[in-house]
């Protein structure tokens, strides 16, 4: 009898484990690929041979990026919209900057989080990666209103920003808008977080329960994988509206990009940075995937569908890189003053 029970466990433990990997293979051949556990293979995905990732750059990238005098206000940073303790978003509907302005196309903030591994940045994808981008926000009226020179007189007034431009790239380093910016964008390549579904894609069976992986399979069953694939699950341009009209299209003027394709949103720590869509209408993860059914794929997704899509979804809720606020130097009586017309 105990040889019968021992044998019954010993096929029951060959069965889920064949099934563990046979959902791993599925996942894998959906076009679904796991963020690598080597920091070396890491670094082949987010590093840049011209610029290359340094501890001296992302220290110095991670204090711009918290640094409030990069706005013609002196009030708002790139963390305020990118708040990385709230999942890299701001929790709002329409991104909100100079002199309270909420965005005129009310468009939501997509996280910052994982961004590296996006195809295209900003909703209608108008930069190919993080260096322009983070061009685009500082500058803009609605949002931080830094003209470039406002911003180079900023940096380049305070002493320590100087020494701190010259220990990183050389005493020849010219600080201008561009090396500002793409130091901000060194340090968001870091801002990268593996889960429990990365584990499992490198091998881990055992790292997601089995409501997950159920939820997994149904994932990629219903199709959502065709626009949520890739490293990011996201990050690339997408037709929206395929098979119905979106719930909330008239909130907002926005239509995405020329072609009307729009940046599919990634799904990792996709808990964490609700209002959902482009305009932010939807604050129901459920609802969101439901809505995503019917817009995108033309198929009605059940209420239990949806919770279990739900809860592989809260399986790429990610482990976060230890981010300590900065100190920042402090301005001297060159530095141009705050400033909010």
């Given at each position: 009898?105990?040889?019968?029970?021992?044998?019954?466990?010993?096929?029951?433990?060959?069965s889920?484990?064949f099934?563990?990997s046979?959902l791993?293979?599925?996942?894998k051949?959906?076009?679904l690929?796991?963020?690598?556990?080597s920091?070396?293979?890491?670094?082949?995905?987010?590093?840049?041979?011209?610029d290359?990732?340094?501890?001296?750059?992302?220290?110095l990238g991670?204090?711009?990026?918290?640094?409030?005098?990069?706005?013609?206000?002196?009030?708002?940073?790139?963390?305020?919209?990118?708040?990385?303790?709230l999942?890299?978003?701001?929790?709002?509907?329409?991104?909100?900057?100079?002199?309270?302005?909420?965005?005129?196309?009310?468009?939501?903030?997509?996280?910052?989080?994982?961004?590296?591994?996006?195809?295209?940045?900003?909703?209608?994808?108008r930069?190919?990666?993080?260096?322009?981008?983070?061009?685009?926000p500082?500058?803009?009226?609605?949002?931080?209103?830094?003209?470039?020179?406002?911003?180079?007189?900023?940096?380049?007034?305070?002493?320590?920003?100087?020494?701190?431009?010259?220990?990183?790239?050389?005493?020849?380093?010219?600080?201008?808008?561009?090396?500002?910016t793409?130091?901000?964008?060194?340090?968001e390549?870091?801002?990268?977080?593996?889960?429990?579904?990365?584990?499992?894609?490198?091998?881990?069976?055992?790292?997601?329960?089995?409501?997950?992986?159920?939820?997994?399979?149904?994932f990629?069953?219903?199709?959502?994988?065709?626009c949520?694939?890739?490293?990011?699950?996201?990050g690339?341009?997408?037709p929206?509206e395929?098979?119905?009209?979106?719930?909330?299209?008239?909130?907002?003027d926005?239509?995405?990009?020329?072609?009307?394709?729009?940046?599919?949103p990634t799904l990792?720590?996709?808990?964490?940075?609700?209002p959902?869509?482009?305009?932010?209408?939807?604050?129901?993860?459920?609802?969101?995937?439901?809505?995503?059914?019917?817009t995108q794929?033309?198929?009605?997704i059940?209420?239990?569908?949806?919770?279990?899509?739900?809860?592989?979804?809260?399986?790429?809720?990610?482990?976060?890189?230890?981010?300590?606020?900065?100190?920042?130097?402090?301005s001297?009586?060159?530095?141009?003053?705050?400033?909010f017309?």
């Amino acid at each position: 009898m105990k040889l019968i029970k021992s044998l019954t466990l010993c096929a029951l433990s060959a069965s889920f484990l064949f099934a563990s990997s046979s959902l791993e293979t599925k996942a894998k051949n959906s076009g679904l690929k796991a963020i690598p556990e080597s920091q070396l293979e890491l670094l082949k995905l987010i590093d840049d041979k011209n610029d290359p990732i340094t501890a001296e750059k992302v220290e110095l990238g991670k204090k711009l990026y918290f640094e409030p005098r990069m706005s013609k206000s002196g009030i708002i940073s790139c963390n305020t919209c990118h708040n990385l303790g709230l999942g890299g978003t701001d929790g709002v509907s329409a991104a909100v900057g100079h002199k309270w302005t909420a965005n005129p196309h009310h468009l939501n903030s997509p996280t910052v989080y994982n961004s590296v591994f996006f195809d295209a940045q900003f909703w209608d994808g108008r930069s190919a990666h993080l260096a322009d981008q983070a061009q685009g926000p500082v500058q803009a009226g609605p949002e931080m209103a830094a003209p470039k020179k406002l911003v180079e007189e900023r940096i380049n007034s305070i002493p320590e920003y100087i020494q701190e431009f010259k220990t990183t790239y050389g005493d020849n380093v010219k600080i201008d808008f561009a090396k500002i910016t793409s130091t901000i964008a060194i340090f968001e390549k870091t801002l990268v977080t593996p889960s429990k579904f990365d584990d499992f894609l490198n091998g881990n069976t055992n790292a997601l329960n089995e409501a997950e992986k159920k939820g997994l399979n149904t994932f990629i069953d219903k199709g959502c994988v065709s626009c949520h694939n890739g490293i990011a699950l996201g990050g690339t341009m997408q037709p929206f509206e395929v098979a119905a009209k979106y719930s909330f299209a008239s909130v907002g003027d926005f239509k995405g990009d020329k072609n009307g394709m729009v940046k599919t949103p990634t799904l990792r720590n996709i808990t964490e940075t609700a209002p959902y869509f482009h305009n932010g209408q939807i604050w129901s993860l459920s609802k969101a995937v439901k809505e995503m059914g019917s817009t995108q794929l033309g198929i009605k997704i059940s209420d239990k569908e949806a919770q279990e899509i739900v809860t592989f979804l809260k399986a790429l809720k990610g482990r976060k890189p230890q981010i300590i606020y900065p100190q920042l130097p402090e301005s001297t009586l060159s530095t141009p003053k705050p400033a909010f017309d």
